[in-house]
T-cell receptor, first 116, second 112 residues
Framework: NAGVTQTPKFQVLKTGQSMTLQCAQDMNHNSMYWYRQDPGMGLRLIYY???????DKGEVPNGYNVSRLNKREFSLRLESAAPSQTSVYFCASSEAMTGGSGNTIYFGEGSWLTVV | SQQGEEDPQALSIQEGENATMNCSYK?????LQWYRQNSGRGLVHLILIRSNEREKHSGRLRVTLDTSKKSSSLLITASRAADTASYFC????????????FGSGTRLSIRP
């Protein structure tokens, strides 16, 4: 049982380059998330997808785009990378039942991105 | 700005002592969760408390929630070296159960 799988694990980009982080979950979860974590900091929500076919902005969406390709997959794209986007990126998923029910988030192992 | 803010930012205690960390949040919530992160790894869920609950236990963990003060606390009893990690609270945005926001975290160090 793989859980949440994200690729690549490490990437170095030059300023202005583009790249896509891939994420897939095998738990049949409804919601998926992309967070970034800067050194010594907490996680900040970039975008989330409450269910297949929907995406919404989080706390720090500027400079990013997302695609909920299907129920399993949720990708994050940097169109023109900037040094300020150097960070660790975490993909996550949850059942996220409607009606305000609680839900547990399951995280991938992270993608370390450096923009030079 | 982040929904949840943990206090203290860092905590160092002797093995066997109890560790208490606090989380404050800004808007109404449906539930509050606590997660643990070992260095360089993804976060792992510890415990969830719903907005209509005041206290919850899981093993050596005790979580309280005071919705009137918009605050929660996580108590780890009889700490062990393996408890060394960062701890984060996470809340939904109230109006959207799927929008989960994390706090800034408490770095806990357990001294042998």
């Amino acid at each position: 049982n793989a859980g949440v799988t994200q690729t690549p694990k490490f990437q170095v980009l030059k300023t202005g380059q583009s790249m896509t982080l891939q994420c897939a979950q095998d738990m049949n979860h409804n919601s998926m998330y992309w967070y970034r974590q800067d050194p010594g900091m907490g996680l900040r929500l970039i975008y989330y997808s409450a269910s297949e076919g929907t995406t919404d902005k989080g706390e720090v969406p500027n400079g990013y785009n997302v695609s909920r390709l299907n129920k399993r997959e949720f990708s994050l794209r940097l169109e023109s990378a900037a040094p300020s986007q150097t960070s660790v990126y975490f993909c996550a998923s949850s059942e996220a039942m409607t009606g305000g029910s609680g839900n547990t988030i399951y995280f991938g192992e992270g993608s370390w991105l450096t923009v030079v | 700005s982040q929904q949840g803010e943990e206090d203290p930012q860092a905590l160092s205690i002797q093995e066997g002592e109890n560790a208490t960390m606090n989380c404050s949040y800004k808007t109404s919530i449906n539930n509050l969760q606590w997660y643990r992160q070992n260095s360089g790894r993804g976060l792992v869920h510890l415990i969830l408390i719903r907005s209509n609950e005041r206290e919850k236990h899981s093993g050596r963990l005790r979580v309280t929630l005071d919705t009137s003060k918009k605050s929660s606390s996580l108590l780890i009893t009889a700490s062990r070296a393996a408890d060394t990690a960062s701890y984060f609270c996470a809340t939904d945005a109230g109006s959207s159960a799927s929008k989960i926001i994390f706090g800034s975290g408490t770095r806990l160090s357990i001294r042998p």
